[in-house]
């Protein structure tokens, strides 16, 4: 007689020893079919096959779901209820106790609920927070009660330490404490700021801190001169069109100025 080689036949495979179950033990263990032993690593029955606990269904929209209210056969479409006891339930007109899934809070729309945060009057979107302080516990700084773990950086990243150059070419340093000047996310021009300390007082808007050399980073006090807006001359280096573009934005923003500036350069 000829021995069968590969996998036995369907048929002959052990059924699942759950009572009342006809599915096979193919790819499983404990005896159980596929299904049963989801359930034992769920923790809802036991390896013998006794029920344990009840499933938390409270959003279970598979093909076997039925609504949560005792005795309604329906599929469920709203937070585990079928779409009349939901619609009831959302109007108040249903009394029943709606599971939480393991959550410590009780299942509430945030459309009416805010941040769980102490003194945030915000709107719940993820997990009773608002969005800002939800970043916040992804980032490890708060807990998920909203209690602070850590501190806060500067502006909610790093510290900011050293000058930068803006696209201008010039470089931005971080503003001293308490200064009243205009900042740009907490930093300040160096070669206005050096001119100020040196003045004693702010720059109005309508001056500007001109470099003798040319040396966007040279703001030594003695490289720096005062000038007003309408007489601070082209930055040198501009090329031809640089130089013509900055004139039509002069002539279309500040028509004044750009006929002191034609006016002098005609004497």
């Not at 769920?42 to 409270?58: C, D, F, M, N, V």
């Not at 050096?194 to 040279?218: A, F, S, W, Y």
């Amino acid at each position: 007689m000829a021995t069968q080689l590969g996998r036995p036949p369907k048929e002959s495979w052990p059924r699942c020893k759950v009572e009342g179950c006809e599915n096979t033990t193919e790819r499983s263990a404990f005896g159980l079919c596929r299904t049963h032993y989801m359930q034992v690593r769920r923790g809802l029955i036991s390896k013998e096959g006794e029920p344990l606990r009840q499933p938390k269904r409270a959003r279970s929209y598979g093909a076997g779901a039925r609504c949560l209210v005792e005795g309604c056969g329906s599929r469920p479409k709203i937070r585990g209820l079928c779409n009349k006891h939901g619609i009831q339930y959302n109007e108040g007109k249903l009394d029943i106790e709606l599971p939480t899934s393991g959550h410590t809070r009780s299942v509430r729309a945030y459309d009416t609920t805010t941040c769980c945060v102490v003194g945030c009057t915000d709107r719940a979107v993820s997990r009773w927070m608002c969005s800002k302080h939800a970043q916040q516990r992804a980032a490890g700084i708060l807990d998920e009660e909203g209690n602070q773990l850590r501190g806060l950086t500067t502006k909610g990243r790093r510290p900011m330490t050293g000058p930068i150059q803006d696209g201008a070419g010039y470089l931005l340093v971080v503003a001293p404490p308490g200064y009243q000047g205009g900042t740009r996310n907490g930093r300040v021009l160096e070669h206005r700021l050096v001119m100020e300390q040196h003045l004693g007082r702010l720059l109005t808007p309508d001056e500007i801190v001109h470099h003798k050399n040319n040396d966007k980073h040279d703001n030594r006090p003695e490289n720096l001169e005062l000038r007003s807006r309408r007489t601070h001359p082209p930055a040198a280096g501009y090329t031809k069109e640089q130089t013509q573009a900055a004139l039509e934005h002069l002539r279309t923003n500040d028509p004044e100025a750009y006929e002191f500036i034609i006016r002098e350069l005609w004497e």
